[in-house]
Each structure stands twice: as structure tokens, then as C-alpha cells.
């Protein structure tokens, strides 16, 4: 690929001053187009117009609803990006399925600084990487105490008759049973097998959690009007939508589950068959080089998860939870059987709840 430097030359000429010396990666000339799909919050217009002034590609950006949503145009054959971000969950089966394709790692020298445990085995097949951990978020309690008199401490709390009218969540069934195993105290988060799944235990369970619910969130802003219309006291909503409430001065407390905090992390993907395949792997290594911190890290406390972006900016590890990452619960890939019969059982235990 024209304009890059190997992963060699770059640990050569960097030793001691990080990934902003390899400005042969990512600045100057070139031009081309580049087509992706993303969510809104995560890109600035200043953060995007310094990318095309400094390679002189032009983004054709399009809005993102989920991770679900963009594999599913993958797999509808509707989806013509170059880059395509899916959550951890979502790589696997893009990958098996032939819809993305590996990352020339000698393209994006900035890998070589991405945080060890974000590098999953399971985004590797045959010697390939098919994603690039773009950004770390979290998802803590958030508390509204003005609404709620006593501490919440737990997952366990969301299923606390005590709480009833006051509970919110997400209407995911892959969280629900991932939220309902911790809170229960089960050794295994990610089952892989039907067979390790209690299913008219957890629906029971799953039940009388949707009972309880004031309201149930599908997107980061409707979690957020929740909160606001005092629908909900306490939730698990993404730490960047806690922080803005907490900025608008509501009375909203940061918990962080003693069973763990729900953890999340999106990879940036080339999709197999993509027209801008050059232009792709220039945008990845500049989301760590420049735009990462700028656009989303900054002014949204969503971490780009790189040692060489914490250090340019002085930023402390502690202060996204990243000092102790054993402290996160995380949703690993299943079978689809296995999430259809989730979904199943999902919405059997909410049937007759209006929430």
C-alpha cells in the first residue's frame, strides 16, 4: 500500500516519541474517497475535515443504529462502506461469514500500541486480524437520588422488588441474560451451549425484572430521556450518557456494579469487497493518531484504547477504569442459535408488560 510505513520502520524511527512521529502514515497527498458507516456522536465535523485536509480523502459518512444492524446490511449485501464498526460480539461472525476481510497491520503501525486486552483471540483467524479496537466504554449504574432513598451497590439491585416503577435497561436480550448471570452470581457469563442455560429459570427471572421497569431504552438518547422525564431512577446507560447528565446538573450518581461493569468495545472493519481499501487502513491509523482523542475521547470520556494515546495527552489509565481491566464484564461471541433462542425468551418474559 502506497504512503505507508511497515510496522519495522516504525518502531525504528518512534522509539521514545509515540505514534504521532509517523506522520508518513497519514498526512499529505493522496486523495480518494473512503465510505463509512459510524454513529453520530463518535465524529466531529473539525475531527473529520483535519482527516481529509491531511490526506486529502473525502468522507462519505453514513449513521450507524447498532452493531446488530450494520452486520445485518453486511449480510443483506446492502451495506457498500469501506470501513464498518462492529462490537466485539459482532466481529466473529463477520469474520466466519466472509464479510470482512484482515487488516494490514503494516498500514496501521498505531496496533502495535492498542492495549493488550482488547486484542481477543477471537478476531483472529488463519494469522489475520479483522478489527481494530477503535473505542472502550463502560456501562455503570446510573442512579438518580433524588428518585432513589437507599444505596445501590449491584446488578442484583435491578431485580429488587423494592425498586419497583424505578428500574430501566436496555431492551437487548443478549444483556438481559448477561446482566441477569452476574447478578445471579453464575460462573459463566458467556455460555456457548443451550444446554448450560437454565432458560425457564432465567425467563422467570427475566419476568419479574420487566415487571419492575419504569421503562426500557434502545438507543444512548433514549436512555438519556429517561433519566430526564424521571421515567427511570436507576439504570445501566453508557458512561458517556451519565457524564452529560450529570454536566445538565441532574442528581445522578456513577455506580459501579460489585458484580463488574459491562464493558464495550468497537473494532473498526474492512469489508470484504470495499472500492477504498488504501483509504480504509489511512482512516484507521489516523483515528489513533489524531482523531481518536480529539473527537471522541475528549469531550465524550469514551477511551480510545492505546497506551500511546493516553501518554500524548497525559491522560491516567485510572481515570476510564483501564488500570484494572479485570474489573469488566464483557459480551463474547455466541452462536446464533443460541441469541435467537435468547431473543425468544426475551420477549416471552416481557408479554403483557407494558413497559
Not at 108 to 126: M, Q
Not at 214 to 220: A, D, P, V
Not at 249 to 268: C, D, H
Request: net charge negative; with cysteine.
Amino acid at each position: 500500500m502506497k504512503n505507508s510505513s511497515s510496522r519495522r520502520q516504525f518502531l525504528a524511527t518512534s522509539a521514545g516519541v509515540g505514534i504521532a512521529s509517523v506522520a508518513g502514515c497519514t498526512s499529505g497527498g493522496g486523495g480518494g474517497t473512503l465510505s463509512l458507516i459510524d454513529w453520530d456522536y463518535v465524529y466531529s465535523d473539525d475531527a473529520l475535515a483535519g482527516f481529509e485536509d491531511r490526506t486529502g480523502i473525502q468522507v462519505d459518512r453514513q449513521s450507524a443504529q447498532s452493531s446488530a444492524e450494520n452486520l445485518s446490511l453486511m449480510r443483506a449485501g446492502r451495506s457498500d462502506h469501506d470501513i464498518v464498526p462492529l462490537g466485539n460480539y459482532a466481529v466473529t461472525p463477520a469474520m466466519d461469514e466472509g464479510l470482512i476481510q484482515p487488516i494490514d497491520l503494516d498500514a496501521v503501525p498505531a496496533y502495535e500500541d492498542i492495549f493488550d486486552f482488547v486484542k481477543k483471540s477471537y478476531f483472529e483467524t488463519d494469522g489475520g486480524i479483522y478489527g481494530v479496537p477503535r473505542s472502550f466504554g463502560q456501562t455503570p449504574l446510573a442512579v438518580n437520588t433524588d428518585l432513589v432513598d437507599r444505596p445501590v451497590t449491584s446488578l442484583a439491585d435491578l431485580f429488587d422488588p423494592e425498586l419497583e416503577g424505578l428500574i430501566g435497561g436496555r431492551d437487548d436480550a443478549r444483556l438481559q441474560f448477561l446482566y441477569e448471570r452476574a447478578a445471579a452470581g453464575k460462573e459463566q457469563l458467556n455460555p456457548t451451549s443451550a444446554a448450560d442455560v437454565d432458560f425457564d429459570r432465567t425467563r422467570q427471572r427475566l419476568a419479574e425484572h420487566a415487571s419492575l421497569a419504569g421503562g426500557l431504552w434502545t438507543s444512548g438518547g433514549n436512555s438519556g430521556e429517561l433519566m430526564r422525564n424521571e421515567q427511570v431512577g436507576v439504570q445501566p446507560v453508557w458512561n458517556y450518557i451519565t457524564v452529560s447528565l450529570q454536566e445538565e446538573g441532574l442528581p445522578i450518581q456513577k455506580v459501579y456494579p460489585e458484580e463488574g461493569t459491562k464493558a464495550w468495545f468497537i473494532q473498526l472493519c474492512v469489508r470484504e469487497g470495499a472500492e477504498n481499501v488504501e483509504e480504509a487502513h489511512r482512516f484507521i491509523q489516523d483515528w489513533h493518531e489524531y482523531m481518536g482523542y480529539e473527537s471522541l475521547m475528549a469531550p465524550s470520556s469514551i477511551a480510545v484504547p492505546n497506551a500511546a494515546v493516553f501518554d500524548q495527552n497525559g491522560v491516567d489509565k485510572a481515570a476510564f477504569g483501564l488500570d484494572d481491566p479485570d474489573q469488566f464484564l464483557y459480551e463474547d461471541p455466541k452462536p446464533q442459535s443460541l441469541i435467537r433462542r435468547y431473543t425468544e425468551v426475551w420477549n416471552e418474559a416481557k408479554t403483557g408488560i407494558d413497559v
